[in-house]
């Protein structure tokens, strides 16, 4: 049978693609639940009403997000059982407590809490309603939290045993939940990825703002919207450039192939470069091409510009002499080029952060006694360089929009390099991915559920951009009285009980 078709491989298409489709929703939505909450924060405090305006625009576009990535987030459990079968009852002890706290703990949170923010707006007063849309964000984190423990789990297995006494063959028993949740690799991993989600988020945010202030529309929320995008941008930024930076550490210690492979790095030196760009003959294990800078590796990988880092033959070697005969490379020019798209886009969204948040230090160009939909505004200035702002504004707002997509991109190529850099484990070190899949599924059952999930998920993918267009374009919504005077008590006062609600999408 040609390998390209083995259900194997086909099982692993069907996994990738599903598993990166629904982390395109998951960023979005553990940053966009925060920003939310701290615009709807700033309008308790001030009572402002860009601020509830921002509040209901936002929140709209992550209830659209949080939906879609409910819906395909749920075929990732069933996939354990329809093609990892073998997967599932040796690591389902292990694996399925994280998970199991997932559901009971954060889901809870997110479902019951986002219901009361949905529909208590006319029912709830302002702190308490309030108070619901922060339990949305902090069952968002600690979902995040559980699922990051148990993958972790996957590239450093601790708090376990193996027992070789069950009826149906070794299994892997919990033996320190405590374990799991808290190694170093769950920690770092986690503080990257929420990082890395508040770069989404802050993006998205900018994007959508630019969108609307090239066009010189409700300018007070936009502008707001802008600078808290940029902000978050920033922080985000930095924060995953140190995050990263500590997980690369923790990695080179647990899984050296990954890092050896992310460099291209065939053989050990002292001190290790850094490779800018390289191209490589896997066959014979050495580079073609390779442009370097000397000492970053070992810095990358020990925080010592002079230290020793094992290459790529060193640790296949090593491992052949720990695990027996075999080939323990992953597939080198993924993990290289996928780490250079992750740091690059990533780093790419920082940078257009910094340029914004320079740019826009002074207020917005806004012509003279121009009607945006709402007040009138004043002349406003956008750039401290009156004579550049008219070319720097245009190609800035087009840069702005497209922006949105760099983070996205960046993540996806992240989780890409950190799961296909594993392999050939599932479970580094305990259980090869070959050993993993279902025994009795055939390649054609696997291509028929690859093929009929591929589309659905392009039939949502269709949805949800033109869901998300229509409600940008359409911008914050306007305010009623009901709104701007919410009920003091629960329940709400005694108003017209046939009205309609008054955040219902």
């Known amino acids: 049978m040609d390998l390209a078709l083995a259900p194997e491989t086909l099982a692993r298409w069907q996994f ?113 309603h309030l108070a619901c849309i922060w339990m949305v964000s902090i069952g968002t984190i600690l979902s995040a939290y559980f699922i990051l423990a148990a993958n972790s789990w996957m590239q450093h297995p601790v708090g376990y045993r193996i027992n070789e006494d069950r009826g149906q063959g070794a299994r892997a028993e919990l033996t320190d939940f405590w374990a799991v949740l808290t190694q170093n690799t769950a920690l770092t991993q986690f503080f990257h990825t929420m990082t890395a989600a508040f770069l989404v988020g802050g993006a998205f945010m900018v994007g959508i703002a630019a969108f609307h202030l090239a ?25 995953t450039a140190i995050s990263g930076d500590m997980l690369g550490k923790v990695m080179f210690k647990q899984q050296p192939m990954k890092m050896a492979a992310a460099e291209a790095l065939w053989d050990g030196e002292a001190p290790a470069p850094f490779s800018i760009f390289a191209v490589g003959d896997v066959d014979k294990g050495h580079n073609k091409v390779a442009i370097e800078v000397p000492g970053i590796l070992s810095y990358l990988a020990n925080g010592d510009f002079h230290s020793y880092v094992p290459g790529i033959n060193d640790v296949n070697k090593a491992e052949q ?4 005969p075999g080939d323990y490379r992953p597939n080198i020019p993924v993990a290289y080029w996928g780490f250079r798209w992750m740091i690059g886009f990533g780093m790419a ?18 012509a003279p006694g121009l009607r945006t939909g709402e007040d009138e505004v004043p002349n406003l200035v956008l750039f401290k360089n009156k004579a550049l702002s008219p070319k720097i504004g245009k190609w800035y707002w087009v840069v702005a929009l497209w922006t949105m997509l760099f983070p996205l991109i960046a993540n996806s190529w992240g989780w890409i390099f950190t799961e296909m850099g594993r392999q050939p484990w599932v ?54 009285e009901d ?16 009205r309609p609600m008054a955040f219902s999408y």
Do not use: C
Not at 321 to 324: A, H, L, P, S, V
Not at 349 to 366: A, D, E, Q, Y
């Open 16 to 128: 990738g693609i599903t598993t990166v489709y629904h982390f395109l929703f998951v960023p979005l939505t553990i940053s966009l639940a925060a920003l939310t909450a701290g615009l709807q924060t700033a309008w308790v405090r001030t009572e402002k009403e860009k601020y509830l305006r921002a509040t209901k625009f936002w929140g709209k576009l992550f209830l659209i997000n949080i939906a879609m990535g409910v819906v395909t987030g749920i075929v990732q459990e069933f996939q354990f059982g329809m093609n990892w079968s073998d997967y599932s009852r040796f690591v389902g002890d292990v694996f399925g407590a994280p998970l199991a706290f997932e559901a009971l703990i954060a889901f809870f949170f997110e479902s019951t809490f986002i219901g009361l923010w949905i529909f208590g707006w006319d029912k709830l007063p302002k702190k308490i």
């Open 215 to 239: 066009r010189k529309r409700h300018v007070p929320v936009m502008r707001t919207s802008l600078r808290l995008g940029l902000i978050t941008l920033i922080i985000a930024g930095l924060g």
């Open 321 to 324: 002499e720990k695990y027996g």
């Open 349 to 366: 969204s920082l940078t257009l952060g910094v340029i914004g948040l320079w740019l826009t230090r002074k207020k917005f160009l806004i």
């Open 427 to 480: 479970v580094y070190g305990v259980m090869k991915t070959s050993a993993a899949v279902s025994p009795g599924t055939s390649q054609g059952e696997v291509l028929t559920s690859m093929i009929v999930f591929t589309t659905l998920y392009a039939i949502l993918a269709v949805i949800e951009v033109k869901l998300l267009v229509k409600y940008v374009k359409a911008g914050p919504p306007e305010l009623t």
């Open 483 to 498: 709104d701007l005077n919410p009920p003091t008590r629960i329940g709400g006062d005694a108003r017209d009980p046939d």
